[in-house]
């Protein structure tokens, strides 16, 4: 985010009541009316969704100085997603009406949000066209380089994703289970593509994993229901 559109969003929502939430404590429920739109001051919050097997499955992830839930603020429609906190989070919740006219009246404000809905629009079709087209393997490789594109700092050559993640994580966002995709991953470790830093994910070479996209792997063809 460009520093003065978000200085303009710290001065606002400042102005409103701080809430700290947990890890793994929900934020918004899904099919809930929001209390409010959200700044993201500190942490890592997912949005998904949740079906009638149970499973979930990963849709966002937002990032300090990202404001949510804006499809039902913006676009005036029923919320239907949870957002729940990967990380201790703490934001400021601001009223929807309040929001709306403060981004109408801040066109730099604006722009970046355009630009951040954009990136997420592209995680999304990418992370789709996975879930329909590739096997589990490929849903965890691509799940992988989405977070390390968005979230990867670098260091040493490799890619650091610069928030503690399990691998339950990396499950909701590639829509299998914890199970696949623990084998998954240590595959993708045993392969040398990918390793850890005590909590965090690192990718050793982007190239490489960009490959396991469209690697198949007969374990893993058949489709895990989610």
Not at 53 to 73: D, Q, Y
Not at 198 to 212: I, Q
Request: charged letters at 25%; glycine letters at 8%; a positive charge.
């Amino acid at each position: 985010m460009e520093s003065a559109a978000l200085d303009k969003l710290s001065d606002f929502f400042s102005k409103y009541k701080q809430l700290t939430y947990t890890k793994g404590e929900i934020i918004i429920r899904e099919d809930d009316e929001p209390a409010g739109v959200y700044f993201l001051k500190n942490g890592y919050v997912r949005m998904g969704s949740i079906f009638e097997s149970g499973g979930e499955l990963t849709l966002n992830i937002f990032k300090p100085g990202s404001f949510f839930p804006m499809i039902w603020a913006i676009g005036e429609l029923k919320n239907s997603y949870f957002c729940q906190a990967m990380t201790e989070v703490k934001v400021y919740r601001a009223p929807r009406v309040e929001v709306i006219k403060f981004v109408k009246e801040n066109p730099e404000v604006l722009y970046d949000l355009t630009k951040r809905i954009l990136i997420g629009l592209d995680g999304m079709i990418t992370n789709i066209q996975y879930l329909m087209f590739g096997n589990s393997y490929n849903r965890i490789a691509a799940a992988i380089l989405l977070l390390a594109k968005r979230f990867g700092e670098k260091l040493d050559g490799k890619i650091v994703i610069n928030f503690n993640l399990v691998h339950q994580d990396i499950a909701h966002l590639a829509g299998v289970t914890r199970e696949t995709a623990s084998i998954a991953i240590k595959q993708l470790e045993n392969k040398g593509v990918i390793g850890r830093i005590k909590k965090k994910f690192v990718v050793k070479n982007m190239g490489k994993l960009t490959k396991e996209l469209f690697v198949g792997a007969s374990e893993f063809d058949s489709p895990v229901a989610i």
